[in-house]
C-alpha cells in the first residue's frame, strides 16, 4: 500500500524561503513521477512541480517558475520542493501525488496521479 505524508509546511513571511518533503511508503520511489500541487481555500487544485522517475527531468507551473524548485532522493524515498520569494499568493494546503511510470500522460493534471498525501498548509503573511 503506498502512502504519502508531507512536512515542512508552516507560517512565513512573503519573501521567506520553506522546504517542503514528501515521504513515500510502499514501494521505491524510483517506481513513480512525482509531483507537488496546491489548493488554496476556494480554488482549483492547482499545479505546483513535477518530476520525472525515469529522467528527473522537471517541470513547473508558471506562477512558480524560477521560484520553486523540486527534487527527488530515492535513497530516502522522498520529493522536496524547495521555495523561495514566497507570495502571499503561495499561501494554500500543498499536496504530494505519485503515478506509476508511462508514456503519453499529462503531469499538470491532478487525474493523472494515483496517489496522493494529506497535505501540509503553507501560510504566508505579508
Known amino acids: 500500500q503506498v502512502q504519502l505524508v508531507e512536512s515542512g509546511g508552516g507560517l512565513v513571511q512573503a519573501g521567506d524561503s520553506l522546504r517542503l518533503s514528501c515521504a513515500l511508503s510502499g514501494l521505491p520511489l524510483s517506481s513513480f513521477a512525482m509531483g507537488w500541487f496546491r489548493q488554496a481555500p476556494g480554488k482549483e487544485r492547482e499545479f505546483v512541480a513535477a518530476i520525472s522517475g525515469i529522467t528527473d527531468s522537471t517541470l513547473y507551473g508558471d506562477s512558480v517558475k524560477g521560484r520553486f524548485t523540486i527534487s527527488r532522493d530515492n535513497t530516502k524515498s522522498s520529493v522536496y520542493l524547495q521555495m523561495n520569494n514566497l507570495k502571499t499568493e503561495d499561501a494554500a494546503t500543498y499536496y504530494c501525488?505519485?503515478?506509476?511510470?508511462?508514456?503519453?500522460?499529462?503531469?499538470?493534471?491532478?487525474?493523472?496521479?494515483?496517489?496522493w498525501g494529506p497535505g501540509t498548509q503553507v501560510t504566508v503573511s505579508s
Open positions: 501525488a505519485a503515478r506509476g511510470h508511462g508514456r503519453d500522460w499529462n503531469p499538470t493534471e491532478k487525474g493523472e496521479y494515483a496517489y
